[in-house]
Nanobody, 115 residues
Framework: QVQLVESGGGLVQAGGSLRLSCAMS????????MGWYRQAPEKQRELVAV???????NYLDSVKGRFTISRDNAKNTVYLQMNSLKPEDTAVYYC?????????WGQGTQVTVSS
């Protein structure tokens, strides 16, 4: 059974940095497209960053140049390095894995950016 466990969230001042990690159990990590989503209160969940099995990446316009997604297939882990954080980045961040018609979600980790 596939499980995703996020870590690394917390409270940070505007301009600060955080690194989120998402560890995936099971043996399909290297075949999965991995993504980070976020959901702020009373807003829809949105895709923040995605990385394919070949390392191609794509980002939400508002985080380009500030966030970096990466993956370590040896550790079954995907990361989201977040720099120059802004109060509007405050949300619960979720890890997502997609393989063909299958997808899994992590439980989410809270990121709060104070002004």
């Amino acid at each position: 059974q596939v499980q995703l466990v996020e870590s690394g969230g917390g409270l940070v001042q505007a301009g600060g940095s955080l690194r989120l990690s998402c560890a995936m159990s099971g043996s399909i990590f290297s075949a999965a497209t991995m993504g980070w989503y976020r959901q702020a209160p009373e807003k829809q969940r949105e895709l923040v960053a995605v990385i394919t099995t070949t390392g191609n990446t794509n980002y939400l316009d508002s985080v380009k140049g500030r966030f970096t997604i990466s993956r370590d297939n040896a550790k079954n882990t995907v990361y989201l390095q977040m720099n120059s954080l802004k109060p509007e980045d405050t949300a619960v961040y979720y890890c997502n894995a997609k393989v063909l018609h299958f997808q899994a979600w992590g439980q989410g980790t809270q990121v709060t950016v104070s002004s």
